[in-house]
Every structure is written in C-alpha cells, then in structure tokens.
C-alpha cells in the first residue's frame, strides 16, 4: 500500500476530514490563448478586436463552452493564520503569494469520497473552477505536492 494510500485513509477516518465539492470545468481552449505573446496566457485584447456573438469572454480562464463537473471529496480545511509551528513549510511557502485574507483557508487533501480514492487537483484552473466548503466558494491557488505525492495542499481564496 502506497503512502499516498494511508493519507487516503486516514482522511477517510480523521474526524478532522470534512466534506466538500470541487466543482471542475472543462471546455474548448480560447482563440486568445493561441494570439498572446507566449501562446499560453489570456490575451485582452483579442477579446476587444472580437467582440461578435460567439466569442465568448473567457475571463482569464482560456476557457469557453464550459461544463462543470462537481465531485464530492473531503479534506483538512483550517484558517490559513492557524498553522502555527505546526507546519512551518507550508506557511513559509505561502508567503510569496502576497496579500492573504483573514478568511483564507489551507486545505490538506484531497479524498474522492465518490470513489474512495485519490483526487488530482494539480490541474485545477483558478480562474474558474473552485472548492464548495460550509457553503462558501474558494479559488485554490497555489497547489502544491505533500513530499512523496502523498497528497497535496492548496491555499484556498474566498469568492463569489
Ligand atoms: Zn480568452
């Protein structure tokens, strides 16, 4: 049994574990996309020069004709603020980041709890996709691998 596993587990038995969704999106990649310098990032002005019927806005998230998919999972979530000494790494990590609000959270995860197993959220789009905890929306920015690939964190950003 891998040790990506035993997380697996234990956040299935941890009375710390809570229940959420993660809503994901998937769609058909943004004419912008292919127009901006480095062929990757949003590209604004595009949008200006197309502004027909059908080029739809992507927002930054590259993009369009979206369908959400949501998928129950369950993870560790607390105020970002409460780490502590407790994991010094993972604070120190967010520092770079910049500006975090007080309602901010860190999420230790992630439990498929449709499938009981591991939930890769390495491609999750900021822009769009989000996690649904205690019925309020967060972005996950800055995901990051647990050593090993046991698991993986992300800071999680209030929204809308
Ligand atoms: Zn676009």
Redesign the pocket.
Known sequence: MSYQDRHMISLSNSKLAEAATVTIHTGTV?P??AVSQDGLT??AQ??RDNPAPGDEE?SGS?LIATTATATNIKAVFYPIGMGGSVLPKNLESLAPIGKIQKDDLFMIGTLNTDTNTFKDLSAINEAIDYITYRSNKYAPRDGQWIPGSVGQTFHLVRRN
């Open positions: 943004c912008c996309k949003y590209d595009w949008h992507c590259l």
